[in-house]
């Protein structure tokens, strides 16, 4: 068979839940289906309800890391009277330093993540989520010490190692939930994942303004240290679950210990057209929605609250850009079992790009909350079918190295993106200071547009695998793995007997 395999479906009408019949297309031109009406009744996942303590956990263990992510964000003015009026700063400078704790964040990821998904890969990935989570504590701490002593080595080596933890836990974590939820609920488990982690996002932007307000800016940033541990106990559970509760409930491993071989070219070359096109999405998606949360509660004191004191206008800024991440924290899991249960994971990403372009162009005018809002809906969209999209078109032997391409690419635009927003911000003063910020996320969000259509064409002329629903697409690709195994196991008989 020839190893590009165009997918394509027809459905029986009229009977509810009824799955697919998917056929593939040979190099020889014949069409074979890879489902008979036996194997459709067959569950190639288990149903244990335990899944849900386990999705539980892992929300859970993300919380500390966003919380202690997005601090500098929600203690923006705080810090800026802390760290710059006090160490003899100037405003350039000072927006240099700011951007440079976001960047960063991203700097370690920027090639880290691929070897960090070789050895998830090699190794599976429970080790690897309480290596992330020791990062994430050490990292906190340091940025804890060096805010309170205010030197700003420590600040940046905190935000060094913050970054060896978040960006991994998130690509991790995919994985584990794959294992759980592959074929049923995988949409769902990531949209409720995204919008408990959110609700931190949500808790700094309220609670730690708040904080520093009534016991200073130390508390507020201690805040996260402690919660980062909270999450650091969690971890362990987490792995003792998946290690020993997982086979007992009949959970299948995403990767056997037979298919843990080493990186080659030729694994490589699974990644279709359709991977890249995604990957190229993750790095739109975060710079137009997490690049703008790292200056929205400044953009939002300086475009719609500065007739305000400075200290009220933190506190409203803060709620306002809260609404983001509740939006999407209340979206997120809706989205997710709808799209499990329909599918057209192509189509939301359109809407998803031309939602957050409107959004831009009318971010000056309109209120801070319909601005808001709209943008946690294109968080939701993209929460919901990304992470989904690529365990549906990577081989499961590559996942985590995939998901370590996709976080790489990710990561240099976080890293490129805010550096590139502080130059455009301190070139402008006066009104409309942030002009030109937003207008490069307008630009971004038209590419984002064209990428999403791209990926809408390239998955119709492969078939349409990304728009079929969980269950179906967990089928389609659970009898490709068993063909690929039957004719890796052919060709080595027949290698054999050739010798």
């Known amino acids: 068979m020839s190893s590009k395999q165009f997918f394509y479906s027809t459905r029986s009408g009229g009977v509810e839940n009824e799955l697919s019949v998917v056929h593939v297309l040979s190099a020889e031109g014949t069409r074979k289906d890879i489902m008979t009406d036996d194997q459709q009744s067959t569950p190639i996942v288990a149903a244990h309800p335990i899944r849900y303590v386990f999705m539980a956990l892992v929300c859970f263990n993300l919380t ?124 769902f488990a990531l949209g409720v994942n995204i919008s408990v982690s959110r609700l931190a996002t949500v808790a700094v932007d309220v609670i730690a303004p708040d904080l520093a307000l009534r016991h200073g800016l130390s508390v507020a940033v201690l805040s996260g240290l402690l919660l980062c541990g909270a999450c650091a106990l969690c971890s362990i559970l987490i792995v003792v679950m998946d290690k020993y509760l997982g086979d007992r409930v009949g959970m299948r491993e995403v990767c056997s210990e037979e298919d843990r071989k080493p990186l080659s070219v030729a694994k490589l070359q699974q990644l279709s057209r359709s991977f890249w096109l ?8 975060y710079a137009v929605i997490d690049c703008f949360s790292n200056v929205g509660t400044q953009f939002l004191i300086e475009e719609h609250f500065a007739d305000l004191p400075v200290d009220a206008a933190q506190v409203q800024a803060g709620r306002a850009l809260a609404v983001l991440f509740l939006t999407s924290a209340c979206l997120a899991p809706p989205l997710g079992l709808l799209i499990d249960e329909i599918g057209y994971r192509t189509h939301f990403l359109i809407l998803g790009m031309v939602v957050c372009f409107v959004t831009y162009l009318r971010i000056f005018t309109e209120s ?117 195994l039957t004719s890796s196991a052919a060709a080595s008989s027949s290698a054999g007997a050739t010798a």
């Not at 995604?278 to 998606?285: A, D, G, K, P, R």
């Not at 499961?396 to 635009?413: D, F, K, Y």
């Open 368 to 484: 801070p909350t319909v601005s808001m809002v709209s943008l946690g809906f294109v968080y939701s969209c993209f929460a919901s079918v990304l992470w989904a999209c690529i365990a549906l078109v990577v081989p499961p032997n590559i996942l985590g190295v995939a998901s370590g391409i996709v976080t790489c690419m990710e990561n240099l635009s976080l890293c490129l993106v805010p550096i590139f927003l502080a130059g455009l911000e301190a070139a402008e003063t006066g009104v409309k200071h942030f002009a030109s910020v937003m207008r490069f996320f307008q630009a971004l969000s038209l590419l984002g547009i064209v990428v999403s259509v791209l990926v809408h064409w390239v998955n119709h002329v492969d078939g349409g695998v990304l728009d079929l629903t969980s269950a179906d697409a967990e089928l389609v690709r659970h009898s490709f793995e068993d063909r690929a």
């Open 64 to 187: 500390g890391m966003y919380y202690a992510y997005d601090l500098p964000t929600a203690l923006n003015s705080n810090l800026k009277t802390h760290l710059k009026n006090d160490t003899g700063l100037s405003e350039k400078q000072w927006l240099e330093y700011y951007g440079m704790m976001y960047s960063l964040t991203s700097m370690p990821n920027v090639l880290l993540p691929l070897c960090f998904g070789l050895a998830v890969d090699s190794a599976g990935p429970r080790m690897m989520v309480l290596f992330v989570n020791g990062c994430c504590v050490l990292g906190q701490a340091m940025f804890y010490f060096g805010v309170c002593h205010k030197v700003w080595w420590q600040i940046f080596l905190g935000r060094f190692f913050l970054g060896l933890s978040t960006d991994n836990m998130i690509m991790v974590k995919s994985i584990l939930l794959y294992r759980w939820f592959k074929g049923r609920e995988y949409a």
């Open 278 to 285: 995604v990957s190229l999405l993750f790095c739109i998606m």
